[in-house]
């Protein structure tokens, strides 16, 4: 059970648009609709803002949007805002006796 | 108001054991299915373990297999963890989480829509 590959870090200023890919295997993220994100600020708990490659839960911005290609999900903030300044997780669906696996995160840096 | 509140944390010397408790609140615990998550210190989230809503499937990542045992008790709507031979690594901040959606028998998914506040447990002499 490998952990999801993201990028360490990425930034933008704000108004722009930022990409966070992750990458798995054709065990998790190439076979199940099942891919999530989080945004994590520290000392908080982790916030669900993708779930199901592309839906977003109520209460979350349009800004944030999500896609999948293969085994590569991505995650798209556009408009960037300050308070967006977080660390991003990917989560996936494998089907397997350890059935859910993150990502190593991405912090993201509003400049 | 829908919510999770851990209890449990501590500090424990290696080879110790701990368990963790998870009081879920505002909505109906027992069908949904639950997880631990943790994030060491400097590191990034892990899953550690989930269980089924009506406890038919438990799960757990290497790392922690063997070593810790999840349970709930619908009941009381309280998800547990035992931590048994406890090594430094597994020093982190522990959340519990539940599932977006509900499902008896499903292992958990991944869709974490609720956690807790998450507790803190070192593992230190």
């Known amino acids: 059970q490998s952990a999801l590959t993201q990028p360490a870090s990425v930034s933008g200023s704000p108004g722009q648009s930022i990409t966070i890919s992750c990458t798995g295997t054709?065990?998790?993220?190439?076979?199940?609709?099942?891919v999530s994100w989080y945004q994590h600020h520290p000392g908080k708990a982790p916030k669900l803002m993708i779930y199901?490659?592309?839906k977003r839960p109520s209460g979350v911005s349009t800004r944030f949007s999500g896609s999948k290609s293969g085994n590569t999900a991505s995650l798209t903030i556009s408009g960037l805002q300050a308070e967006d300044e977080a660390d991003y997780y990917c989560?996936?669906?494998?089907?397997?006796?350890?059935?859910?696996?993150f990502g190593g995160g991405t912090k993201l840096t509003v400049l | 108001e829908v919510q999770l509140v851990e209890s449990g944390g501590g500090l424990v010397q290696p080879g110790g054991s701990l368990r963790l408790s998870c009081a879920g609140s505002?909505?109906?615990?027992?069908?949904?299915?639950m997880s631990w998550v943790r994030q060491a210190p400097g590191k990034g989230l892990e899953w550690v373990s989930g269980?089924?809503?009506?406890?038919?499937?438990?799960y757990y990542a290497d790392s922690v297999k063997g070593r810790f045992t999840i349970s709930r008790d619908n009941s009381k709507n309280t998800l547990y963890v035992q931590m048994n031979s406890l090594r430094a690594e597994d020093t982190a901040v522990y959340y519990c989480?539940?599932?977006?959606?509900?499902?008896?028998?499903?292992?958990?998914?991944?869709?974490?829509?609720?956690w807790g506040q998450g507790t803190m447990v070192t593992v230190s002499s």
């Open positions: 054709s065990s998790d993220v190439g076979n199940y609709n099942l």
């Open positions: 269980i089924s809503a009506n406890s038919g499937g438990s």
């Open positions: 989560c996936s669906y494998a089907r397997s006796s350890a059935p859910v696996v």
């Open positions: 505002g909505f109906t615990f027992s069908t949904y299915a």
């Open positions: 199901e490659v592309n």
């Open positions: 989480a539940k599932d977006q959606k509900p499902y008896d028998a499903s292992a958990p998914l991944g869709d974490f829509d609720i």
